[in-house]
């Protein structure tokens, strides 16, 4: 071979090898500032704990280094330890770099995951190769926010899709809240989640809402209805929001209402001193822990009894809601897990909001809800089928459950269900 051929082949070898460290250095640059970021946020909000504005938890050197595979190779990655003071366990988790990461994550995922921690559109190209490898070195600014506008699209198509046939049992509402570029009202976004009839969880609507009102989420469910989804579900599980409730009375009157355990504990706790919150937990812990409704019954009234005389206002927020808040009795026990709370939205959108926090500069309303969107889309594609799917048939056909048992000769006897 022509020695200048191999004097070029490798001297490109050695310019490839540079410039591929150059993309490992600027992927653990990335890395780092992210989870900077992620450990700060976590520091500022736990100060905020304190009366005396100390730091209860503080930095604690960093977890032994990892490698996460990349489109470039592997890329060495240390991620913060914290200690927590007051010995309750706080640990600094990241949403970016998970315990259980190996390889970096895909387009898809990590586009918008960059644009909520406002890397500027300029810079997608570059941090783009760094973490996924050369096929992301076409996306340029103008690529960049032509496929940005694409998902806009696919969005709105999502919103607009046909439901007819489908059926779903159960729902999840929540309203999850965001904070936007040059916006000092703090963004909420309308998210339903359903559970169809084989037991696969689905996201049906997320939209730009207004502060949770009534008529924002008519108009949700009632596009809902108008797609096709004309059998009301069996039952809607959701936090307070007197808004969701009432639209659903009006556009599904069928369905029955589930108030979400996680929220009441925590409006319950909220009015009363913290001396007594960790042992009214446990009390209100014993109430949907209860095997029966009737067990339920006389731990709602042990804790109305202990604390009512104290603190009538806490009380009085436990004990309007107390037959929406046991409504899960009257379906299979194997379901009762997911249908307390509203987990499946929580844990959803809980990294896609730490991603969002203290957050300007990062786009208009709109932008933000494709973004977000696109975050919920991949995950929807890892959420697990609902345990005792099989049972989903026979809450469809109105088959009883008393206690989370069906209701058959043997339990003719049982005490009647209790009126929605």
């Given at each position: 071979?022509?020695?200048?051929i191999?004097?070029?082949?490798?001297?490109?070898g050695?310019?490839l090898d540079?410039?591929?460290e150059?993309v490992?250095?600027g992927a653990r640059?990335?890395?780092a500032?992210?989870?900077?970021v992620?450990?700060?946020?976590?520091?500022?909000?736990m100060?905020?704990?304190m009366p005396?504005?100390k730091?209860s938890?503080?930095?604690n050197?960093y977890?032994?280094?990892r490698?996460i595979?990349?489109?470039?190779?592997p890329?060495?990655?240390?991620?913060p330890k914290?200690?927590?003071r007051?010995?309750?366990?706080v640990k600094?988790?990241?949403?970016?770099?998970?315990?259980y990461?190996?390889?970096?994550?895909?387009?898809?995922e990590?586009?918008?995951l960059?644009?909520?921690?406002c890397?500027?559109?300029g810079d997608?190209?570059e941090a783009?190769?760094?973490?996924?490898?050369?096929?992301?070195?076409?996306?340029s600014?103008?690529t960049v926010s032509?496929l940005?506008?694409?998902w806009q699209?696919e969005h709105?198509?999502?919103?607009a899709?046909?439901?007819?046939?489908?059926?779903?049992?159960?729902?999840w509402?929540?309203?999850?809240?965001?904070?936007?570029?040059?916006d000092?009202?703090r963004?909420c976004?309308?998210?339903?989640i359903?559970a169809?009839?084989d037991?696969?969880?689905?996201l049906l609507?997320?939209?730009?809402?207004y502060r949770?009102?009534?008529?924002?989420?008519?108009?949700?469910?009632?596009?809902l209805r108008?797609?096709?989804m004309t059998?009301?579900?069996r039952?809607a599980?959701a936090?307070g929001?007197?808004g969701f409730w009432a639209?659903?009375?009006?556009?599904f009157?069928e369905?029955?209402h589930?108030?979400c355990?996680?929220h009441?504990?925590a409006?319950v706790?909220?009015k009363?001193?913290k001396?007594?919150?960790?042992?009214?937990?446990?009390?209100l812990?014993?109430?949907w822990?209860a095997e029966?409704?009737e067990?339920?019954?006389k731990a709602f009234d042990?804790?109305?009894?202990?604390?009512?005389p104290k603190y009538p206002?806490?009380m009085e927020?436990l004990?309007?809601?107390?037959q929406?808040l046991?409504?899960f009795?009257?379906?299979?026990?194997?379901?009762?897990?997911?249908?307390?709370?509203t987990?499946?939205?929580?844990?959803t959108f809980?990294?896609v909001?730490?991603?969002t926090?203290k957050t300007?500069?990062?786009?208009?309303?709109?932008?933000?809800?494709?973004?977000?969107?696109?975050?919920a889309?991949?995950?929807?594609?890892?959420?697990?089928r609902?345990?005792?799917?099989?049972l989903?048939?026979?809450v469809?056909t109105g088959?009883?459950?008393?206690n989370?048992?069906?209701l058959?000769?043997?339990?003719?006897?049982a005490p009647?269900?209790?009126?929605?």
């Open positions: 071979m022509d020695k200048a191999v004097s070029n082949f490798k001297e490109q050695a310019t540079a410039l591929t150059l490992r250095q640059e990335i890395i500032q992210a989870l900077e992620e450990v700060k946020e976590l520091l500022s909000i100060s905020q704990e005396d504005g730091m938890v503080v930095r050197g977890l032994p280094e490698e595979l990349t489109g470039a190779g890329v060495a990655v240390k991620v914290v200690r927590d007051l010995g309750r366990g600094f988790t990241s949403s970016l770099v998970p315990p990461l190996k390889r970096a994550e895909r387009v898809e990590f586009l918008p960059l644009y909520l921690r890397v500027s559109t997608f190209s783009l190769v760094a973490l996924l490898g050369p096929g992301a070195k076409v996306l600014a103008s032509r940005k506008q694409t699209d709105r198509e999502r919103g899709r046909s439901l007819k046939g489908k059926r779903y049992v159960y729902l509402a929540d309203g999850v809240y965001f904070n936007v570029r040059a000092d009202v963004q976004i309308l998210v339903i359903g169809t009839a037991g696969r969880k689905e609507a997320l939209e730009d809402g949770e009102s009534e008529q924002s989420w008519h108009e949700l469910l009632a596009d108008s797609q096709g059998d009301p579900p039952l599980v936090d929001a007197l639209a659903l009375s009006k556009v009157p369905t029955r589930q108030r355990w996680v009441k504990t409006n706790l909220n009363l001193p001396s007594v919150q960790k042992k009214a937990k446990a009390g812990q014993a109430i822990m029966t409704r067990e339920a019954h042990r804790c109305l009894q202990r604390y009512e206002k806490a927020c004990s309007k809601d107390r929406d046991l409504a009795y009257d379906f299979p026990a194997e379901h009762w897990l997911h249908i307390r709370t987990n499946p939205v929580e844990s809980a990294t909001r730490l991603r926090a300007r500069g990062c786009g208009s309303r709109e932008t933000i809800l494709a973004m977000v969107f696109k975050l889309q991949s995950a929807e594609k890892r959420w697990k609902l345990r005792g799917y099989k989903l048939g026979k469809i088959v009883k459950f008393v989370g048992e069906e058959n000769e043997e339990t003719e006897d009647d269900r209790e009126a929605a």
